[in-house]
């Protein structure tokens, strides 16, 4: 069945600091790829999307870029803020009409420090 | 409204006891989501609607749950005979076709 693997955490990084959070996923046909954040005491947000290969999604300086040859989408920030402290999932989409579930990583915990 | 709205934000249960959560979804979404989340893990698909219609329950854990969405509108997510491995954060997401957009959830604890 379709699976998300994602970077384990916590992550901690100094303001400014690059970021990588690591996603790989295994699915039949060619999902759409997503990355939802959800901050301290909200709900989850689509931060980011691409729905094929080689799309570039990007959103808030965050970007991700489908790589369906090493099935990954990994997110990557130039330049984090203590503003981006929050918990990032994975997720992919399978393209079957009718039913667009989302089938998630566990979440990669994110605090920046000033 | 302007967004999911999910209610209650927390339910405390007593092991056994029926629960009801609801989901408010954003006006004229015709599809509807519930996820479970377990504490430290990504959410996981319970079941599905479009409109009315639950096209897929194939993520309901076991026959104790049930949803329904009888007007195609509001819905509700009900758990019978709770037991302490309910205990989760039940999410609700409505969808227009382009984007999920997902309700505070309810944190649901069974003691």
């Known amino acids: 069945g379709d699976s998300v693997t994602q970077m384990e955490g916590p992550v901690t990084l100094s303001e400014e600091a690059f970021l990588t959070i690591n996603c790989t996923y295994t699915?039949?046909?060619?999902?759409?790829l997503f990355w939802y954040v959800q901050y301290p005491g909200e709900g989850l947000q689509l931060l980011l999307k691409?729905?094929?290969?080689?799309d570039k999604g990007s959103n808030k300086g965050f970007e991700a870029t489908y790589r369906k040859e090493t099935t990954s989408f990994h997110l990557e920030k130039g330049s984090v803020q203590v503003s981006d402290s929050a918990v990032y999932f994975c997720?992919?989409?399978?393209?079957?009409?009718?039913?667009?579930?989302?089938?998630f990583g566990t979440g990669t915990r994110l605090t920046i420090i000033p | 409204g302007a967004g999911v709205s999910q209610s209650p934000r927390y339910k405390v249960a007593k092991r056994g006891q029926d629960v009801a959560l609801r989901c408010d979804p954003i006006?004229?979404?015709?599809?509807l989501f519930w996820y479970q989340q377990a504490l430290g893990q990504g959410p996981e698909f319970l079941t599905y609607?479009?409109?009315?219609?639950?096209?897929?329950k194939s993520g309901l854990p076991s026959d104790r749950f049930f949803a329904e969405r009888p007007e195609g509108s509001v819905s509700t997510l009900k758990i019978q005979r709770t037991q302490q491995e309910d205990s989760a954060v039940y999410l609700c997401?409505?969808?227009?076709?382009?984007?999920?957009?997902f309700g505070q959830g309810t944190r649901l604890t069974v003691v």
């Open positions: 691409a729905t094929k290969a080689d």
């Open positions: 609607f479009q409109n009315e219609a639950q096209l897929d």
């Open positions: 699915a039949t046909g060619y999902p759409s």
């Open positions: 997401a409505s969808s227009s076709g382009t984007e999920a957009f």
């Open positions: 006006s004229g979404h015709v599809s």
């Open positions: 997720a992919l989409k399978r393209s079957n009409f009718g039913n667009e579930k989302l089938t």
